[in-house]
């Protein structure tokens, strides 16, 4: 795995607005305080989340835009994308496909972060299926088809050279390989968190469960007891 002092650019890419959060916000906390430059590419704008039927679901994609924008900067991060896929019906489609290998030719990362392609029969709440095809397409946008200049001919066109992603960091996948100690970040893994108010109709237990399960993953890969850490399936690819 790419220590942080390896990592100039680092592109995360997520179905929802949240995701990130959830599984990530703790690394990310720690890159940025280790001078690394991150960018979140969110690829639905999370308008079909939330429980309440009085919304507007208009309403609902702003409102996420808000809510993924004051969680990023809780982390330090000031970079955000948003392609506007419809949520809850990502497909891996082509189009996907070029709007990722865009944002990656125009933000060069050395490593991409995004969701698991594969189920995770163990956790199929980490497996929804927005979750699934945004994983397949980010995949397939860091290998070939970012580093390919005959992909996507409208890129090249556009001036935006082929780039090759070195490292891909896989989140929610059944069987992750590294883990990241964030106990010093716990603190701002909430404040992010947090910020996502239209998600979280019990925000007290939804602390205690995270808590719990990221001292489980630490335990579970080989970290010190007591500490808390984010895992990932960690994948070269250059
Ligand atoms: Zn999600």
Same mark, same amino acid.
């Given at each position: 795995?790419? #220590?942080?002092? $390896? @990592?100039?650019? =680092? ?35 999370? *308008? ?19 809510? $993924?924008?004051? !969680? ?14 419809? *949520? ?15 944002? @990656? ?7 991409? =972060? ?7 029969? *163990? ?6 299926? *927005? ?6 397409? %980010? ?11 005959? %992909?996507?001919?409208? =890129?090249? !066109?556009?001036? =935006? ?26 603190? #701002? ?9 239209? $998600?979280?109709?019990?925000? !007290? ?31 070269? !690819?250059?």
């Amino acid at each position: 795995m790419l #220590q942080p002092d $390896q @990592i100039e650019r =680092l592109l995360v890419v997520m179905a929802h607005p949240d995701d990130v959060d959830f599984g990530s916000a703790g690394t990310m906390a720690m890159l940025v305080d280790h001078g690394v430059h991150i960018t979140y590419c969110l690829v639905t704008d999370g *308008d079909a989340g939330g429980s309440d039927r009085s919304m507007p679901r208009s309403e609902m994609a702003a409102i996420r835009r808000r809510e $993924q924008t004051a !969680a990023a900067a809780a982390v330090g991060v000031k970079d955000l994308v948003f392609l506007g896929h419809p *949520d809850g019906r990502v497909e891996s489609s082509i189009a996907l496909r070029a709007d990722i290998s865009r944002v @990656i030719r125009e933000v060069r990362p050395n490593v991409v =972060l995004c969701q698991s392609p594969e189920r995770n029969l *163990d956790r199929i709440f980490a497996s929804h299926p *927005d979750h699934l095809a945004a994983g397949e397409a %980010a995949m397939c946008a860091v290998y070939p088809d970012a580093r390919n200049p005959f %992909a996507h001919p409208e =890129l090249l !066109a556009a001036g =935006l050279e082929p780039w090759e992603v070195e490292e891909i960091w896989v989140s929610g996948h059944p069987t992750p390989t590294h883990p990241v100690d964030v106990t010093d970040y716990v603190d #701002q893994k909430f404040e992010a968190l947090l910020c996502h108010v239209s $998600q979280h109709p019990d925000p !007290a237990g939804m602390q205690v469960r995270v808590r719990e399960w990221m001292v489980r993953t630490a335990a579970a890969l080989g970290l010190p007891e007591g500490r808390s850490a984010e895992s990932y399936r960690v994948v070269r !690819a250059a």
